[in-house]
């Protein structure tokens, strides 16, 4: 989203291919994080959008890889986040001003899981200080505890909004990542979403 000394940011490559003059982040993804992203055109779209993102009125839904069973395979991760070293956050056990995540997780091959994760709040490092906490750090997370891999395997998946009176709502295929492309994983994902179940916790 910020763009190095290397590469111009997403936001810059989108800009400069539609031709904008401007175009404001709405919200954003941590780096190597892949997926949907919402960006705004105008102060305006961008007002209205941001506060439907901070009022929790916008359907997330995000999956994630890990090499280790989880303590449980589905549920809730709930609790306040704190600062840790390093830039990094941890999982509090006090519920002031927690982060939400409801998660379902499926088997895929070689002992790996893939979870299904919807967050309903919006803090930094929520998903994988989330996944860390399940005692399921998400591969190539190397931050948060993660086995090595060829990338960080998060990926923003669906999402859902209403803006002008209108629903849009978006689904971007998991890649790049050599594990995204295995067909027990595309079989879990066609599953939940015939069946709706990547609406969790709703």
């Known amino acids: 989203?910020?763009?190095?000394?290397?590469?111009p940011s997403v936001l810059e490559y989108v800009r400069r291919d539609l031709q904008l003059a401007q175009l404001f982040p709405v919200h954003?993804?941590?780096?190597?994080?892949?997926g949907l992203v919402v960006a705004a055109k105008t102060q305006v779209a961008n007002r209205v959008l941001s506060q439907?993102?901070?009022?929790?009125?916008?359907t997330k839904c995000y999956l994630a890889i890990s090499a280790k069973k989880p303590q449980k395979k589905q549920g809730w991760v709930i609790g306040?986040?704190?600062?840790?070293?390093?830039?990094?956050?941890?999982?509090?056990?006090?519920?002031?001003?927690?982060?939400?995540?409801?998660?379902?997780?499926?088997?895929?091959?070689?002992?790996?899981r893939l979870f299904v994760l919807r967050p309903f709040t919006g803090k930094t490092h929520q998903?994988?200080?989330?996944?860390?906490s399940l005692g399921a750090p998400i591969?190539?997370?190397?931050?948060?505890?993660?086995?090595?891999?060829?990338?960080?395997?998060?990926?923003?998946?669906?999402?859902?909004?209403?803006?002008?009176?209108?629903?849009?709502?978006?689904?971007?295929?998991?890649?790049?990542?050599?594990?995204?492309?295995?067909?027990a994983l595309q079989a879990v994902l066609q599953d939940i979403s015939r069946d709706d179940l990547w609406r969790l916790g709703v």
């Open 1 to 7: 989203m910020q763009g190095d000394p290397n590469a």
């Open 28 to 34: 954003r993804l941590d780096m190597g994080t892949s």
């Open 52 to 58: 439907a993102f901070q009022a929790h009125q916008v």
């Open 80 to 112: 306040d986040m704190e600062k840790s070293r390093g830039g990094s956050y941890r999982l509090c056990r006090a519920k002031e001003n927690p982060a939400r995540t409801a998660f379902h997780s499926y088997p895929l091959e070689n002992g790996q």
């Open 127 to 132: 998903l994988r200080v989330a996944l860390k």
């Open 139 to 183: 591969l190539g997370d190397e931050r948060y505890g993660g086995a090595l891999a060829d990338r960080m395997y998060l990926h923003a998946w669906r999402l859902e909004l209403e803006f002008g009176g209108r629903l849009f709502s978006y689904i971007a295929p998991p890649s790049p990542g050599e594990l995204f492309g295995s067909p």
